[in-house]
């Protein structure tokens, strides 16, 4: 076999096989080495790797390195000489002052990649893909699948047991607003509370927050501003103490009104089911309410007249019938009214369902919840301020008339 006389440069390295042992080694310059007659050279001169600052490469089948007797890292080498290898693993080389040559077996996985930065109000969610000891977490044990955040600024180191899920953005809250957030698993919160899986509950603190892995953001609670005419209808299927300190039970609905507060961020618990707007009545006016709510519960059935001048607003459960004007009456004008159930008027007479009589002017009327107006009706003979005949009936009214016709034509011839 011709020798081979090799020179290698400085930074630059070789191997060279051993063909009697099958033994190859790593010779590093500046050399120049002659091959012996049993060894071939496996890989010509080649450059040393340099890693540059915010940078770092992988490497696959990394040499195991063992500590000599000076304190120093240095390659493990079997019992025939040839170094020894962690065969399936990688390994992340970080920046390097001096540059390093690759040992026969090692192989670099794609090119040199840029370390990541991760900037403020971020973070990256990352998973553990076994169990080791975190070189970069204060030595801390992670269980595979363990997942946990690294919040920026600053500069991710990657290592080889863990792999990067995903970036997370900071979310802004606002003054007066809140987070609502959703716990995925049993934890302890920011401010030190313990969280059931599943459980929800308000973030106020203005600022940027970045939720942790086990947290999720259902939305964003923005607070209502209350004006004089207008409610907040909310219920709740949840047993919990507002903001008003009222104890909530599940199936409660109530009103939140100006009076109340100017601004409201609605509890974690509370749903709101509408906006409730205030029902006005001028000093003419009445209102019919189904329903009423009296005590604080609701009067199925029931009906409740309120007059003008008012306002109010509905609560649950109540639903306005309607509003109707004051019924104005001249001195020619009646109303035709119905008693709808037994009751006793303001007269003092006892009223039958069905029966009908007549409300005459002048006078201003408002019928109780008892009485139907049927219609309003005009004199149809006036003998005087204080004497008006009416008739409903048309029939009798259109008799009468013709008869007084007969007796003005008996009069005129």
């Given at each position: 076999m011709t020798d081979t006389l090799v020179k290698i440069p400085p930074h630059h390295y070789i191997h060279v096989l051993d063909n009697n042992t099958n033994v190859c080694k790593l010779l590093t310059g500046p050399l120049t080495y002659l091959c012996e007659d049993q060894e071939s050279l496996?890989?010509?001169?080649?450059?040393?790797?340099?890693?540059?600052?915010?940078?770092?490469?992988?490497?696959?089948?990394?040499?195991?390195?063992?500590?000599?007797?000076?304190?120093?890292?240095?390659?493990?080498?079997?019992?025939?000489?040839?170094?020894?290898?962690?065969?399936?693993?990688?390994?992340?080389?970080?920046?390097?002052?001096?540059?390093?040559?690759?040992?026969?077996?090692?192989?670099m996985e794609g090119n040199?990649?840029?370390?990541?930065?991760?900037?403020?109000?971020?973070?990256?969610?990352?998973?553990?893909?076994?169990?080791?000891?975190?070189?970069?977490?204060?030595?801390?044990?992670?269980?595979?699948?363990?997942?946990?955040?690294?919040?920026?600024?600053?500069?991710?180191?990657?290592?080889?047991?863990?792999?990067?899920?995903?970036?997370?953005?900071?979310?802004?809250?606002?003054?007066?607003?809140?987070?609502?957030?959703?716990?995925?698993?049993?934890?302890?919160?920011?401010?030190?509370?313990?969280?059931?899986?599943?459980?929800?509950?308000?973030?106020?603190?203005?600022?940027?927050?970045?939720?942790?892995?086990?947290?999720?953001?259902?939305?964003?609670?923005?607070?209502?501003?209350?004006?004089?005419?207008?409610?907040?209808?909310?219920?709740?299927?949840?047993?919990?103490?507002?903001?008003?300190?009222?104890?909530?039970?599940?199936?409660?609905?109530?009103?939140?009104?100006?009076?109340?507060?100017?601004?409201?961020?609605?509890?974690?618990?509370?749903t709101l089911v509408k906006v409730v707007h205030m029902t006005v009545l001028n000093k003419r006016q009445y209102a019919v309410i189904l329903n009423p709510v009296e005590d604080g519960a609701i009067q199925h059935g029931k009906r409740k007249l309120i007059r003008g001048e008012k306002t109010f607003f509905l609560q649950p459960g109540e639903s306005l019938e309607r509003t109707a004007q004051v019924n104005v009456l001249t001195a020619k004008e009646a109303l035709e009214v119905q008693a709808a159930e037994r009751f006793v008027d303001e007269g003092r007479t006892t009223r039958v369902p069905g029966e009908r009589w007549l409300i005459c002017g002048p006078k201003e009327y408002w019928p109780p919840l008892e009485v139907q107006v049927n219609k309003k009706i005009t004199a149809y003979l006036s003998l005087g301020d204080s004497l008006n005949l009416f008739q409903p009936d048309y029939a009798i009214a259109t008799a009468v008339f013709v008869l007084l016709l007969a007796i003005f034509y008996l009069f005129l011839f």
């Open positions: 496996l890989l010509e001169p080649r450059k040393m790797m340099i890693v540059p600052p915010g940078q770092y490469l992988v490497v696959e089948n990394p040499v195991c390195l063992v500590t000599n007797a000076a304190g120093e890292k240095v390659p493990e080498v079997d019992e025939h000489g040839q170094v020894v290898l962690h065969y399936g693993e990688s390994e992340i080389r970080l920046e390097t002052s001096q540059p390093f040559p690759f040992y026969p077996g090692e192989k040199l990649r840029a370390l990541t930065i991760v900037e403020e109000d971020s973070a990256l969610i990352l998973v553990a893909l076994r169990d080791f000891t975190d070189r970069y977490g204060k030595k801390k044990q992670r269980r595979a699948g363990a997942q946990w955040l690294v919040v920026g600024p600053c500069t991710y180191y990657p290592q080889t047991e863990v792999r990067v899920v995903k970036a997370r953005k900071a979310v802004m809250v606002k003054l007066g607003e809140a987070l609502k957030l959703k716990a995925k698993k049993d934890k302890v919160d920011t401010d030190g509370i313990a969280r059931k899986a599943g459980e929800e509950w308000l973030y106020k603190r203005q600022g940027a927050y970045i939720p942790a892995v086990d947290e999720e953001i259902v939305t964003t609670v923005v607070p209502h501003v209350l004006l004089p005419k207008i409610a907040l209808h909310f219920s709740t299927k949840h047993e919990f103490v507002d903001h008003f300190g009222v104890k909530r039970l599940p199936g409660n609905e109530w009103l939140v009104t100006h009076d109340m507060t100017e601004v409201h961020l609605p509890h974690v618990f509370e």
